[in-house]
């Protein structure tokens, strides 16, 4: 193809020469960057697949009782007959080997997920099956507790010693499992995630609003203003940072309580009266007004940085070419605003919804986010599978917004400061 | 070409100051001529731009009154003007096509659509970038940006066009061709053009009139060449074209002419311009093109001495540093003609000059009578 | 990744351990503030004073104790020595195979009447929901504090009073939590004590105990940390509000805020030690429990703080507040006066049911 190829003085193809010149300099690069790759490696990316598979992770039945789980593969769980007298008998001797192995613990908590009442039945079991040590074995673990006699239970330890289950997911959006393996909804009074996920997707989503309009102005007295009072009003915008988290939301309960400032000074003014106080904290009001506090400065900051580089001239060729003040604002600012406005949206958004602390303190009954759910079964009931499910979904739900925004605005216009 | 007609524009004792303190633009008179392009020339922080922010609409006057066609606009919105502006960074909008901001003009000027199509696509010819409508700004050059930022500030047809130091951003050769085309549009349309620059040799390119800023006062208002060939005082002497500077105390009057003694005591005759009476310090203006070395020509009336520092050739002419009557800078342009003084370095030469073409103005800033 | 953290603390305690053979660090986890300063001037001072070479790290994460000792666990970098818990966690935790099980009579020190550890503790208290991973210190009880100054003549004195609205209007301050609540629902709707957990047991007593929280939902504020409620209290925004008993003693002795104890059907619960699985220095974590749970050590942190000592025979040892002089024992909850009705967690009906009505709850107060 090529009649003769350039070559370097020492004979070398030059193109071969140039490839080795820019792989060391590649290589150079790179290194530069291997410790943040690894420590997002650790920190982020394992972490998340660590997560996802925790949500369907489910190897605690067939680790437990490993005997019981294959003596079961050949018993028919649509039927009406409880298995025969041979998984008893590996049953007991399971249970038996766990309760030494301690392991017995876990499994009751596992179980319980799915069927309250698991754990009382495996736990007192443990010890008693000790006793058991020849046949009958059905009608001793039986008599040990009545629940054995219930075919449900067979059923559910057979539908759960796949390795994978799906019931975390379910039950992460109000669904179960019925005795038959049918997914069904939950019963009414025990749902809770959906309705949860959508009011934290609606309240963020306010929040986001909230932001986006008292941040806007003052972004905009930023990047208009004389720099040192620009600079003052800077401080004010990042004072909140250098406060912590839970000084400002108790603040806002000390502001916004019944018997708080505010109330007190509308009582003063005569605005309401002493027995007709506002509830404004411990419910959805207190979330926004502290929420919005708290996340304005990531809405002000990007907008601010976009806004910076706005030349005045802009919005005055407006004017000179005959636009109103409000023309010029909506068909030249606000365009060269958007880039600010997704990148702040989004940032205050995401935040918002994945918010736990300050939700829990002013939220109250009404105004909690899912998050709290999710920090609630990671440290107190451990149920970390439903976690993992919750927050998978959580993450699917913030991807998902994430392409629709790059679908709508375009991620490459997004600037962050 | 300051002509009889009505003033377009007229300024009535117009005063700003932006902290109460110093006076940023002080007494500004001044009449617009219709179809006249003037070109408000001066050093930065010199007023010039402020008036033409005034005239705008984006800055109000402190005291006095600006007219539009006889209205006065002191009160009058930007939008409600109709002045074309062209800005120094153009300022197109970025997130709109050249089409979309031509239109935009006539867009808020709730115009049809047919008509705005027309008069856009009659804009894009005028600018000769017909093809580019459908492109973003920042896919075009400088100097197309240029063009579309002009063509902009004309698509509404107005009366009076601002531009504020539109070629700033330009290399030197795309600025000298925008220059003539500017000149260009100006001419075909009759559109009023004020223009604000702090290249002179822009202003005198261009202008029908220039008014030389500094201080927040016009130092002078003139056609280019009057402005060039009499300077009223040392500042435009200095600000406008290529200036020979020499200090002097006035010994006598003498009608139109007086007489002054040089700082080494050599004493000439100039053009009494600006001169308070004798014993007076006079700043001496002397154009380098007018000086001649060399003895002979009858009409250099006024010959004096100086030492020859340095030469620069430059091929049509060569330009010869001289140390005057204690000024080390003294330039003269010696023609590179067939028989033109051989000049050596260090050499002391005889120099002569025209009366009338020495000009005696007023001290100058820092040039105060010696005690 | 707060599993992989562990390893360079681990390493370093390592090195620093190498200097002096014997000397060793001792990182224990409790709730911080004033209740690791009971235990700190209680148990770490004298056992620290007795042995130079141990020195006892405080780590105040026992707010997420369970979470971060099941991550340390399962990654094998056990950094925690000793753990305090609340006894619902610490099933859990034995459960899941996090923490070592205990002996007590060949772990503890038996009383000084050479009563056996397992008889001189409350009867029960160490084998919470039959695990046996779990010392108790201290019992503390989830009770109510009303305000003084909030109702005219007759002040509130039952549980049943907590919910009539009519007799004692004016918002209460509950935790937001199924557990206790639900219980406390049923008896003030009439259900004996001794038979809440019948009741409960049954899809109607559930739907009873709801029925009751109905009436007074709208004037609950529902409360997640412990400082909460006394701060209601204090400010005025609650007239009665669920505390921990301690809490509330720190509001109205060392504070003077307006308020009173009410004890009646208060809820009895335990806070203690476990060990972790896995932990370096076991050996060393027994001696130092040996000592810190002895008769006297118990009784001597309810100088610092209003919690009942787990041990029959620290009661009569209990005396003076160590700052405010006052007699301590009338403040206690397992005192007799303010222990004449008490209901004692059922930890095994919850552990089957808490998922299930965690659930139920949420959305009960959702709707």
């Known amino acids: 193809m090529m009649a003769h190829e350039l070559t370097t003085a020492d004979g070398v193809p030059l193109r071969i020469s140039l490839e080795r010149a820019l792989l060391r300099s590649r290589i150079r690069a790179a290194l530069l960057v291997v410790p943040l790759m690894a420590f997002l490696l650790f920190a982020f990316i394992l972490p998340i697949f660590d997560m996802l598979y925790r949500s369907v992770e489910n190897t605690i039945v067939a680790q437990v009782l490993p005997e019981t789980v294959i003596a079961l593969q050949d018993w028919d769980e649509t039927g009406d007959a409880l298995p025969d007298e041979a998984v008893f008998k590996t049953a007991v001797a399971d249970i038996q080997a766990a309760f030494k192995a301690k392991t017995l613990g876990r499994l009751a908590r596992r179980l319980n997920y799915e069927k309250p009442g698991m754990a009382s039945l495996l736990r007192k079991s443990g010890r008693r099956s000790l006793r058991i040590t020849e046949a009958p074995w059905s009608e001793q673990l039986i008599k040990i507790d009545r629940k054995w006699g219930d075919i449900n239970i067979w059923r559910l330890i057979k539908r759960e010693s796949d390795h994978l289950t799906e019931s975390y997911f379910l039950a992460a959006v109000d669904m179960r499992l019925d005795d038959l393996g049918a997914v069904n909804w939950q019963p009414e009074n025990r749902q809770i995630y959906l309705q949860l996920f959508w009011k934290t997707v609606w309240m963020s989503g306010l929040i986001t609003i909230l932001c986006l309009l008292l941040g806007y102005p003052v972004a905009f007295l930023l990047a208009t203003l004389p720099l040192r009072t620009s600079n003052l009003l800077m401080v004010l915008v990042l004072l909140p940072f250098w406060t912590s988290l839970l000084v400002r939301t108790t603040s806002w309960i000390a502001l916004l309580q019944t018997e708080g400032v505010l109330n007190d000074l509308m009582v003063v003014v005569g605005l309401i009266s002493d027995d007709g106080r506002l509830q404004m904290i411990h419910n959805k009001i207190g979330t926004f007004v502290a929420m919005t506090h708290i996340l304005l400065p990531f809405m002000i900051l990007p907008l601010y940085s976009v806004m910076k580089t706005i030349p005045p001239s802009y919005m005055r060729a407006a004017r000179s070419l005959g636009a109103t003040p409000f023309t010029a604002f909506v068909r030249v600012y606000l365009p060269n605003t958007v880039s600010g406005i997704g990148a702040g949206s989004i940032l205050v958004f995401i935040l918002s919804i994945g918010y736990y602390i300050t939700p829990a303190l002013v939220g109250g009954r009404t105004g909690t986010f899912i998050s709290n759910f999710i920090a609630s079964h990671v440290s107190e009931t451990l149920n970390w599978g439903l976690a993992a499910a919750l927050g998978v979904i959580l993450l699917a739900l913030v991807l998902a917004l994430y392409l629709l925004y790059d679908r709508i605005v375009g991620i490459d216009n997004m600037k962050l400061g | ?371 | ?367």
């Not at chain 2, 004309?154 to 003539?180: C, H, I, S, T, W």
């Not at chain 3, 971060?68 to 925690?80: D, I, P």
């Open chain 2, 1 to 371: 070409m300051p002509d009889a007609q009505e003033a377009l524009v007229a300024f009535e004792g117009v005063q700003k100051t932006y902290d109460g303190r110093q006076l940023v633009v002080r007494d500004l008179n001044l009449d617009i001529a219709r179809g006249e392009f003037l070109t408000m020339l001066g050093p930065s922080g010199s007023g010039k731009t402020t008036c033409l922010m005034m005239l705008a609409g984006f800055e109000t006057p402190t005291h006095g009154r600006i007219l539009l066609n006889g209205t006065e606009l002191n009160r009058v919105p930007p939008h409600r003007r109709g002045i074309g502006m062209v800005f120094q960074n153009y300022a197109l909008f970025p997130h709109m096509t050249v089409q979309e901001n031509l239109a935009f003009p006539l867009e808020v000027r709730g115009m049809s659509r047919a008509e705005i199509e027309t008069k856009v696509a009659r804009a894009l010819d005028m600018v000769r970038l017909p093809e580019f409508g459908g492109r973003r700004p920042a896919q075009l050059s400088g100097g197309q940006q240029q063009r579309v930022a002009v063509a902009r500030a004309l698509v509404f047809e107005p009366d009076l066009v601002l531009m504020d130091e539109p070629l700033g951003a330009l290399d030197k050769n795309l600025r000298e061709e925008m220059q003539y085309e500017i000149k260009h549009i100006h001419e075909s349309l009759g559109v009023t053009v004020v223009y604000v620059t702090h290249d002179q040799s822009e202003a005198l390119t261009m202008s029908n009139r220039i008014a030389v800023f500094d201080d927040g006062v016009i130092q002078q208002l003139a056609t280019p060449d009057v402005l060039y060939e009499k300077p009223e005082n040392a500042f435009v002497a200095q600000f406008i074209g290529e200036n020979n500077r020499l200090i002097a105390r006035v010994t006598e009057m003498d009608g139109s002419f007086c007489t002054v003694e040089l700082e080494d005591g050599q004493k000439v005759r100039a053009l009494s311009v600006n001169v308070a009476g004798a014993g007076e310090i006079t700043t001496l203006s002397l154009r380098p093109e007018r000086v001649v070395i060399g003895p002979g020509q009858d009409f250099a009336d006024n010959r004096i001495s100086g030492r020859v520092e340095e030469l620069i050739y430059l091929g049509d002419h060569i330009r010869a540093r001289l140390t005057v009557a204690g000024n080390d800078s003294f330039i003269v342009k010696v023609a590179n003609a067939h028989d033109h003084v051989r000049l050596s370095q260090g050499s002391e030469v005889p120099l002569g000059w025209a009366s009338e073409d020495c000009r005696a103005l007023d001290a100058g800033v820092g040039n105060a009578a010696p005690a």
């Open chain 3, 1 to 367: 990744m707060r599993l992989l953290f562990g390893s360079s603390a681990l390493a370093m305690g390592v090195v620093l351990g190498a200097g002096t053979a014997l000397a060793v660090d001792l990182t224990v986890v409790s709730w911080g503030g004033a209740y690791t300063a009971s235990q700190q001037k209680a148990y770490h001072d004298p056992y620290m004073a007795a042995n130079p070479d141990v020195k006892i790290i405080n780590d105040d994460s026992a707010a997420e104790g369970l979470a971060k000792l099941r991550a340390q666990v399962e990654s094998g970098n056990v950094t925690w020595d000793l753990v305090d818990m609340v006894a619902s966690d610490a099933i859990t935790a034995c459960d899941e195979g996090l923490i070592e099980e205990i002996d007590p009579d060949s772990m503890l020190a038996a009383a000084p009447d050479g009563t056996p550890a397992s008889q001189d503790f409350f009867a029960g208290t160490l084998t919470p929901g039959g695990t046996n991973c779990f010392i108790p210190q201290i019992v503390y009880s989830t009770t109510f504090g009303y305000r003084t100054d909030a109702f005219e003549g007759e002040q509130p004195s039952t549980i049943a009073d907590v919910f009539d609205l009519e007799k004692f209007p004016g918002r209460r301050a509950l935790e937001k939590k199924p557990i206790g609540n639900l219980e406390w629902a049923l008896i003030a709707d009439g259900v004996p004590g001794e038979q809440v957990y019948e009741v409960l047991n049954t899809e109607e007593g559930v739907d009873r105990a709801f029925a009751k929280l109905d009436t007074i939902k709208e004037s609950v504020v529902w409360w997640t940390k412990g400082a909460q409620p006394p701060q209601l209290l204090a400010d005025g925004e609650v007239v009665i509000a669920s505390a921990y008993n301690g809490r509330l003693f720190s509001a109205i002795a060392e504070k003077n805020q307006p308020i009173a104890m009410l004890w009646d059907w208060q809820v009895f619960d335990l806070d203690g030690w476990v060990i972790p699985k896995g932990t370096p220095n076991k050996d060393a974590v027994l001696e130092y429990l040996m000592f810190a749970t002895d008769t006297q050590r118990l009784a001597d942190q309810a100088k610092f703080i209003s919690y009942g000592p787990a041990r029959y025979s620290s009661g009569p040892l209990v005396g003076n507040h160590a700052d405010l002089g006052i007699d301590m024992k009338p403040h206690m909850p397992t005192n007799e006066a303010n222990a004449k009705t008490i209901l004692n967690f059922d930890y095994v009906w919850w552990a089957d049911h808490r998922a299930e009505l965690d659930e139920r709850f949420n959305a009960w107060l959702a709707k």
